[in-house]
């Protein structure tokens, strides 16, 4: 290879995978894929990331497709080029730390499928839970790619990167990848570690760097000049805010110079002309949480974690606080040891902070995912986590020292019983695994042919003239009777007095409605969610809306003060309800799987 070839760069396009996942809440359909795929195939990339990340939740869940089907039908489409996936180590997909033996089987069937590039990290950057998924990828014949999540802290000096990065190459990586999921890296602070790594280990260096901050792009030119030669880019319909530098920029950026790419921009114009009007279709996902913000140097709050708390926080009715959420993410992340803030630890840690912010008292309740961190079960924290939170969240529990999957018993045969014919293939099995409520539901729903995937949202026609006093949709999320509806409404004004018309969307078909405001209106508190209101001690009641996720106990039984009786999941995370007041269950008004708001009365204890 010529002196010229060697310097060239060489572009992974994150179209299929990380542009859509951090800028239309990965939504992006398969049949919006297969028909461009040919020409991203041919444009001569080092790699397409097609699959892993949020992509196989939002499969299942939102679009009611096979994940696995997914990236078969990728990998027939896309014949030349090598496809990529992200994966959590021993999180593999999910959200929980799973045995040997599945991250083994996943690993497997994931490279069966089509999967030859595997980057794999660990949130903590505890390099014991890569070790099963590393070892599992070279067992397939893979390219095993190990990852170093960045951040900012304390803790994560030059020298623990280039540390990590030598034990990654120990442990099998054919190369090393820098994961920039929050948009940190400053150009020369780029610039010195890439030198650094280049010069420490023999394999070569990614980078993947987020454009949250604005800083991406720049990034991505001082480390090239430092000795990268991979860069993670995304065609420019989906390329900066939340996602990553443009494709078309970089390959521009780069002619005519010792870096020059050899892609051809008309052809990439020609895919990202494609990938615009496919954006079109998901605007109702577009949140303005996922433009460029330099606030993530302040927060370094991921773009992704965001749009992410920004929802949620609508979901409790208190869009309002989420400054005050951001400014409190830094601190529950100093209180737990400076964790990097990737998926799973971005959640927990989001999600803490957002609780600690609407309780109005921080750790009042402490969400179940904190205390089994707290406890070990992630692995080992980067810096000691605060000794007062720890005790408040499990006491004096026993903190678990070594790799958390040690302690996790073989479960596919479990797991294989479990599902039963339900499952078609080991692929469904690994389905089930990931997610078993949700991964059930949907392969129930395949067999009786009930999957109908979640509507797009509607979006203001803005192809003809309307009135300029006619705004775009106002969502509003409804609860009647422990049952939720997304409503949009879009109204203008159409005459005086109290009459105003407006357009209700429901389930996607608009049907113009009046409604009269009257001089007088009085709410029925009498019930909400068809549950009186708590007004005694005994009378248990969340803090936040969210689901039962299970119930502890029942009518008779005999519980103490602060003893958990149910559990509910709000924020994509689970709690514990604790009673009270200690006494006997005279009531239960809630079974797995209610919906509840702030003030139902639950349980009753006497």
């Known amino acids: 290879m010529n002196d010229a070839n060697a310097s060239a760069v060489k572009l992974s396009d994150v179209v299929l995978r990380d542009g859509h996942q951090s800028l239309?809440?990965?939504?992006?359909?398969?049949?919006?894929?297969?028909?461009?795929?040919?020409?991203?195939?041919?444009?001569?990339?080092?790699?397409?990331?097609?699959?892993?990340?949020?992509?196989?939740?939002?499969?299942?869940?939102?679009?009611?497709?096979?994940?696995?089907?997914?990236l078969a039908s990728l990998r027939e489409a896309?014949?030349?080029?090598?496809?990529?996936?992200?994966?959590?180590?021993?999180?593999?997909?999910?959200?929980?730390?799973?045995?040997?033996?599945?991250?083994?089987?996943?690993?497997?069937?994931?490279?069966?499928?089509?999967?030859?590039?595997?980057?794999?990290?660990?949130?903590?950057?505890?390099?014991?839970?890569?070790?099963?998924?590393?070892?599992?990828?070279?067992?397939?014949?893979?390219?095993?790619?190990?990852?170093?999540?960045?951040?900012?802290?304390?803790?994560?000096?030059?020298?623990?990167?280039?540390?990590?990065?030598?034990?990654?190459?120990?442990?099998?990586?054919?190369?090393?990848?820098?994961?920039?999921?929050?948009?940190?890296?400053?150009?020369?602070?780029?610039?010195?570690?890439?030198?650094?790594?280049?010069?420490?280990?023999?394999?070569?260096?990614?980078?993947?760097?987020?454009?949250?901050?604005?800083?991406?792009?720049?990034?991505?030119?001082?480390?090239?000049?430092?000795?990268?030669?991979?860069?993670?880019?995304?065609?420019?319909?989906?390329?900066?805010?939340t996602s990553h530098p443009s494709t078309e920029a970089?390959?521009?950026?780069?002619?005519?110079?010792?870096?020059?790419?050899?892609?051809?921009?008309?052809?990439?114009?020609?895919?990202?002309?494609?990938f615009r009007e496919v954006r079109k279709k998901y605007a109702g996902f577009e949140s303005e949480y996922t433009r460029e913000d330099v606030g993530v140097q302040i927060w370094q709050v991921?773009?992704?974690?965001?749009?992410?708390?920004?929802?949620?926080?609508?979901?409790?009715?208190?869009?309002?606080?989420?400054?005050?959420?951001f400014e409190e993410i830094p601190r529950v992340r100093a209180d737990l040891g400076y964790p990097p803030l990737v998926t799973p630890t971005s959640q927990i840690v989001g999600t803490q902070a957002a609780m600690n912010v609407l309780a109005g008292e921080r750790y009042k309740t402490i969400t179940n995912e904190v205390k089994r961190y707290l406890t070990g079960g992630y692995g080992q924290p980067p810096a000691p986590v605060d000794a007062k939170v720890r005790h408040q969240a499990i006491g004096n529990a026993e903190v678990e020292e070594g790799r958390p999957a040690d302690q996790i018993k073989p479960e596919m045969a479990r797991l294989t019983?479990?599902?039963?014919?339900?499952?078609?293939?080991?692929?469904?099995?690994?389905?089930?695994?990931?997610?078993?409520?949700?991964?059930?539901?949907?392969?129930?729903?395949?067999?009786?042919?009930?999957?109908?995937?979640?509507?797009?949202?509607?979006?203001?026609?803005?192809?003809?003239?309307?009135?300029?006093?006619?705004?775009?949709?106002?969502?509003?999320?409804?609860?009647?009777?422990?049952?939720?509806?997304?409503?949009?409404?879009?109204?203008?004004?159409?005459?005086?007095?109290?009459?105003?018309?407006?357009y209700l969307t429901l389930d996607g078909m608009p049907e113009e409605v009046v409604f009269e405001a009257k001089d007088e209106f009085v709410a029925d508190d009498s019930k909400k969610g068809g549950r009186a209101q708590a007004n005694s001690p005994g009378h248990v009641t969340t803090s936040m809306p969210g689901n039962i996720v299970d119930v502890l106990v029942a009518v008779g039984d005999s519980v103490k003060e602060g003893q958990a009786v149910l559990i509910t999941e709000a924020m994509k995370m689970e709690s514990e309800v604790q009673a009270r007041v200690g006494g006997t269950v005279k009531a239960v008004h809630v079974a797995k799987g209610d919906r509840v708001t702030p003030g139902e009365v639950l349980l009753e204890i006497e």
């Open 250 to 274: 970089m390959v521009a950026a780069f002619q005519q110079t010792p870096y020059d790419t050899g892609l051809d921009l008309i052809a990439l114009k020609e895919v990202g002309d494609y």
């Open 417 to 502: 019983a479990d599902i039963g014919d339900l499952a078609e293939s080991e692929e469904d099995v690994l389905t089930f695994a990931m997610f078993p409520d949700l991964g059930r539901e949907y392969l129930q729903g395949r067999r009786d042919g009930t999957l109908v995937p979640e509507a797009l949202p509607a979006v203001a026609d803005t192809s003809v003239e309307r009135p300029v006093t006619e705004g775009v949709p106002t969502e509003f999320v409804i609860d009647v009777h422990g049952e939720s509806y997304e409503v949009q409404i879009t109204g203008v004004g159409s005459g005086s007095g109290s009459r105003r018309r407006l």
């Open 24 to 70: 239309i809440a990965t939504r992006m359909r398969t049949e919006d894929m297969l028909p461009i795929c040919s020409q991203l195939d041919a444009i001569g990339f080092h790699s397409l990331e097609v699959w892993g990340g949020a992509t196989f939740d939002a499969c299942v869940r939102f679009l009611k497709e096979d994940p696995w089907e997914r």
């Open 302 to 325: 991921p773009g992704g974690m965001m749009s992410n708390l920004a929802n949620q926080m609508k979901e409790q009715n208190a869009l309002g606080r989420i400054r005050d959420v």
């Open 78 to 241: 896309i014949p030349n080029t090598p496809l990529q996936m992200l994966l959590r180590g021993q999180n593999l997909l999910g959200y929980r730390h799973y045995a040997d033996d599945v991250v083994e089987r996943f690993v497997a069937r994931a490279a069966g499928n089509g999967i030859d590039i595997f980057r794999v990290f660990d949130a903590l950057n505890d390099l014991r839970n890569l070790e099963t998924a590393m070892r599992a990828v070279k067992q397939s014949g893979k390219h095993a790619q190990g990852t170093i999540c960045y951040t900012v802290s304390p803790v994560h000096t030059l020298e623990t990167y280039v540390e990590q990065a030598k034990r990654l190459v120990d442990m099998g990586a054919d190369s090393i990848a820098i994961k920039d999921m929050a948009g940190l890296l400053t150009p020369y602070a780029t610039s010195e570690l890439v030198e650094a790594l280049v010069g420490a280990v023999a394999v070569p260096i990614h980078l993947h760097a987020h454009a949250t901050s604005g800083l991406a792009s720049l990034s991505q030119m001082k480390a090239v000049e430092a000795g990268c030669r991979h860069l993670d880019t995304c065609i420019s319909a989906f390329a900066g805010g």
